[in-house]
């Protein structure tokens, strides 16, 4: 494995070394089979110790995400001559059978152990002569009769040699996945199959890959030969799918900045007699859709009907590790009618009801919430199903979450569910559906259904790849001329809020709210330190507050309403990148119902971490603050998001 990879446990997928200045770039786009994979082992092997070539095997014009990304790279030059500029980072050559194309499979894994590149017949007889004169150190030709005697022999003689903690699956056939993230198979030593669980055979050689596996530990990237049976029997060994077929450069992209720009969130509406809808759309768990179609397609994220109306745009987790400032372009260039909700269901595909034990579901809900906590994720669409044994599993482990999609229906038919405590689980309806005039025809029969007695909370999922931005704004703006203001078009995150408030469910009373300080520094850097920065609903740097005067320090939200208060949410330094060690030390959390008369409702001392999610004893009041006598190593207090959840008295 590359001396440039960072892979510690609690990571879902690796990450390798900072991008040199300057890449070097190639395009396979035009080239045989053979050649891409050929290329994108030679990517493996260049960049496990610092990323320095960039692949390009399908990208569209205006997609040039180098560009967007802030990397400089050379245009786009031969293959062969790449190969001659970086022979020396290849030892050799493993030549694949054409008659047993998963040998393509096998060798990428190979490759990685004996720093060789993975070819064809044909290619052998170039690279054997001058100027390259490489030496064949295996040659797969004739060695097996079909797949499975390839796979034995992968079992016995490699993957107990491979990193068990991912597991790689793509399509060696000669129209399948021959470029796409093998480079982070060489580069990482890890194992490629591609199985299809349908078949009884394949599906017994998938199980003895994954009987070395452990739940959570493990995961499986790129894609399987059909949906259903993937996602089902990776759900049954708590391994999550991260779809990932199409996506190239992640040796490159891996290595980028982990820091987010997360977009401030617009004040909820009033709760209202409404029937509230919130468009999801579909297919973010891919992240090779993130890199590609989400970006490029002219009624996805490009369009510029884009922002007219909330739509909550599903995307991975996972990208923290596989491309964090591809994420960030969209935080970025997100307007307030845009939000980033996870995709299913969390970080990796998975599906909830299948897994091995709740335990082990327990230890996924709280690595997704680790993922959240660093990217302002907090709303799943899940698929398909959470069983009601299941339902305090992703509120305890997953606190960060205000509310969740699912795909099924519940008994009954109803259209969502309060959790053991206090989550809404929501079904989507119509769910990933991308008929427009179906789409309109079943939400126009459900308003006009709706009784009006209570608020109702809707939230379809539209399919990306058929409906987009115009299709959703379609239908938007259909309703809205047939029923007027009796139907309101929110965020996920908002419609969570709503839902909560119409419920009596704590939620997030202070977002938004009035917020004053006992004092502020003056701006610095480009940074605003109002005390509002608090309540935005962004942590990043620019919108924290700052107070470095001596003594005590506070900063108080005013609820405007008397709340009963049951669990805080504070966000320090370390949150925005700054030091861990100018996190928040000692402070304490008052309530007031005057703002005068203070009492405590929690007290902490000698805090370390960088966010603090905690429950405490119901309160009521309508005044919060954050009392610090020990802001962190340089005296200063810094807050960057506060949050204060509770039931409006």
């Not at 960039?54 to 990208?59: G, I």
């Not at 260039?333 to 995709?343: H, M, Y």
């Not at 119509?430 to 789409?439: H, I, K, L, M, S």
């Given at each position: 494995?590359?001396?440039?990879?960072?892979?510690?446990?609690?990571?879902?997928?690796?990450?390798?070394?900072?991008?040199?200045?300057?890449?070097?770039?190639v395009?396979?786009?035009?080239?045989?089979?053979?050649?891409k994979?050929?290329?994108?082992?030679?990517?493996?092997?260049?960049?496990?110790?610092?990323?320095?070539l960039?692949?390009?095997?399908?990208?569209w014009?205006?997609?040039?995400?180098?560009?967007?990304l802030?990397?400089?790279?050379?245009?786009?030059?031969?293959?062969f001559?790449i190969?001659?500029?970086?022979k020396?980072?290849?030892?050799g050559?493993?030549?694949?059978?054409?008659?047993v194309?998963?040998?393509?499979?096998?060798?990428?894994?190979?490759?990685?152990?004996?720093?060789?590149?993975v070819?064809?017949?044909?290619?052998?007889?170039?690279?054997?002569?001058?100027?390259?004169n490489?030496?064949?150190?295996?040659?797969?030709?004739?060695k097996?009769?079909d797949k499975?005697?390839a796979?034995d022999?992968?079992?016995?003689?490699i993957?107990p040699n491979?990193t068990h903690?991912l597991?790689?699956?793509?399509?060696?056939?000669?129209?399948g996945?021959?470029?796409?993230i093998?480079?982070?198979?060489?580069?990482?030593?890890?194992?490629?199959?591609?199985?299809?669980?349908?078949?009884?055979?394949?599906?017994?050689?998938?199980k003895?890959?994954f009987?070395?596996?452990k739940?959570v530990?493990?995961?499986?990237a790129?894609?399987?030969?059909?949906?259903?049976?993937?996602?089902?029997?990776?759900?049954?060994?708590?391994i999550?799918?991260?779809p990932?077929?199409?996506?190239e450069n992640?040796?490159v992209?891996?290595?980028?900045?982990q820091k987010?720009?997360?977009?401030t969130?617009?004040k909820?509406?009033?709760?209202?007699?409404?029937?509230?809808?919130?468009?999801?759309?579909?297919?973010?768990?891919n992240?090779?859709?993130?890199e590609?179609?989400?970006?490029?397609?002219?009624v996805?994220?490009?369009?510029?009907e884009r922002?007219?109306?909330?739509?909550?745009?599903?995307?991975?987790?996972?990208?923290?590790?596989?491309a964090?400032?591809?994420l960030?372009y969209?935080?970025k260039?997100?307007?307030?009618?845009?939000?980033?909700?996870?995709?299913p269901?969390?970080?990796?595909?998975?599906?909830?009801?299948?897994?091995?034990g709740?335990e082990?579901?327990?230890?996924?809900?709280?690595?997704t919430?680790?993922y959240?906590?660093k990217?302002g994720?907090?709303?799943?669409?899940?698929?398909?199903?959470?069983?009601?044994?299941q339902?305090?599993?992703y509120e305890?482990?997953c606190?960060a979450?205000?509310g969740?999609?699912?795909?099924?229906?519940?008994?009954?038919?109803k259209?969502?569910?309060?959790?053991k405590?206090?989550m809404?689980l929501?079904?989507?309806k119509?769910?990933?559906?991308?008929?427009?005039?179906?789409?309109l025809?079943?939400?126009?029969?459900?308003?006009?259904?709706?009784?009006?007695?209570?608020?109702?909370f809707?939230?379809?999922?539209?399919?990306?790849w058929?409906?987009?931005?115009?299709?959703?704004?379609?239908?938007?703006?259909?309703?809205?001329?047939?029923?007027?203001?009796?139907?309101?078009?929110?965020?996920?995150?908002?419609?969570?809020?709503?839902?909560?408030e119409?419920?009596?469910?704590?939620?997030?009373a202070?977002l938004?709210?009035?917020?004053?300080?006992?004092a502020t520094?003056?701006?610095?850097d480009?940074?605003?330190y109002?005390?509002?920065?608090?309540?935005?609903?962004s942590?990043?740097?620019?919108?924290?507050?700052?107070?470095?005067?001596?003594?005590?320090?506070?900063i108080?939200?005013?609820?405007?309403?008397?709340?009963?208060?049951?669990?805080?949410?504070?966000?320090?330094?370390?949150?925005?990148?700054?030091d861990?060690?100018?996190?928040t030390?000692?402070f304490?959390?008052?309530?007031?119902?005057?703002?005068?008369?203070?009492?405590?409702a929690?007290?902490?001392?000698?805090?370390?971490?960088?966010?603090?999610?905690k429950?405490?004893?119901?309160i009521?009041?309508?005044?919060v603050?954050v009392?610090?006598?020990d802001g962190?190593?340089?005296?200063a207090?810094?807050?960057?998001?506060f949050e204060?959840?509770g039931?409006?008295?």
């Open positions: 494995m590359g001396k440039s990879i960072d892979w510690p446990i609690g990571q879902a997928l690796p990450r390798f070394g900072a991008p040199v200045k300057k890449l070097d770039s395009s396979t786009i035009k080239e045989p089979g053979d050649v994979v050929m290329m994108a082992t030679l990517q493996g092997l260049v960049n496990r110790e610092q990323p320095q960039l692949v390009y095997e399908k990208v014009e205006k997609e040039n995400w180098a560009r967007e802030g990397l400089e790279a050379e245009i786009p030059a031969d293959c001559e190969l001659k500029k970086y020396d980072y290849v030892k050559l493993i030549i694949y059978d054409e008659a194309r998963d040998t393509i499979n096998i060798g990428t894994t190979m490759a990685g152990f004996e720093d060789s590149i070819i064809s017949e044909r290619l052998a007889e170039i690279l054997t002569k001058e100027p390259y490489f030496k064949v150190v295996s040659d797969l030709r004739g097996f009769k499975f005697e796979y022999y992968a079992l016995e003689n993957w491979c903690r597991i790689i699956g793509v399509d060696a056939s000669e129209n996945h021959l470029a796409y093998r480079d982070v198979a060489v580069a990482g030593c890890i194992m490629v199959f591609w199985l299809d669980p349908r078949e009884e055979k394949e599906a017994e050689y998938i003895k890959f009987k070395d596996t739940p530990e493990t995961y499986y790129g894609w399987w030969p059909e949906e259903g049976a993937g996602i089902k029997i990776g759900s049954e060994h708590g999550p799918t991260v990932a077929d199409y996506f992640y040796t992209y891996s290595g980028m900045e987010f720009d997360i977009p969130v617009p909820k509406p009033k709760l209202e007699n409404k029937f509230y809808v919130a468009f999801m759309v579909s297919d973010g768990d992240i090779q859709y993130c590609h179609a989400m970006k490029t397609d002219d996805l994220w490009p369009n510029e922002g007219q109306y909330p739509i909550s745009w599903t995307a991975s987790p996972a990208l923290i590790d596989a964090p400032q591809m960030n969209y935080y260039t997100a307007t307030d009618n845009d939000l980033i909700i996870s995709g269901s969390g970080v990796g595909y998975t599906d909830p009801q299948r897994w091995p709740n082990n579901l327990a230890k996924y809900c709280k690595l919430n680790e959240f906590r990217s994720f907090n709303f799943i669409a899940a698929w398909n199903f959470i069983r009601d044994d339902d305090f599993v305890e482990n606190p979450l205000v969740m999609s699912i795909q099924e229906r519940f008994e009954g038919q259209m969502f569910k309060i959790m405590d206090e809404p929501l079904t989507a119509p769910r990933y559906d991308g008929d427009e005039p179906r789409v025809r079943i939400l126009t029969e459900d308003i006009e259904s709706w009784d009006g007695k209570a608020p109702m809707y939230c379809p999922q539209a399919v990306s058929e409906m987009g931005v115009p299709g959703i704004n379609r239908v938007y703006k259909a309703l809205k001329e047939k029923f007027g203001d009796k139907v309101e078009f929110v965020r996920a995150d908002h419609l969570a809020m709503l839902f909560r119409a419920y009596g469910c704590p939620y997030n202070a938004r709210a009035k917020v004053t300080a006992s520094d003056q701006d610095e480009g940074i605003h109002c005390p509002c920065n608090v309540v935005n609903g942590f990043s740097r620019k919108n924290g507050w700052k107070s470095s005067v001596e003594g005590d320090k506070w108080c939200v005013d609820l405007e309403d008397t709340y009963k208060i049951s669990r805080y949410v504070l966000m320090n330094a370390e949150c925005a990148y700054y861990k060690s100018l996190n030390r000692d304490k959390i008052q309530v007031s119902a005057d703002g005068k008369e203070w009492k405590d929690d007290r902490v001392t000698g805090n370390t971490d960088s966010y603090i999610d429950k405490i004893e119901p009521e009041g309508r005044y603050r009392y610090i006598t962190g190593a340089d005296g207090a810094r807050i960057q998001e204060v959840h039931v409006k008295v």
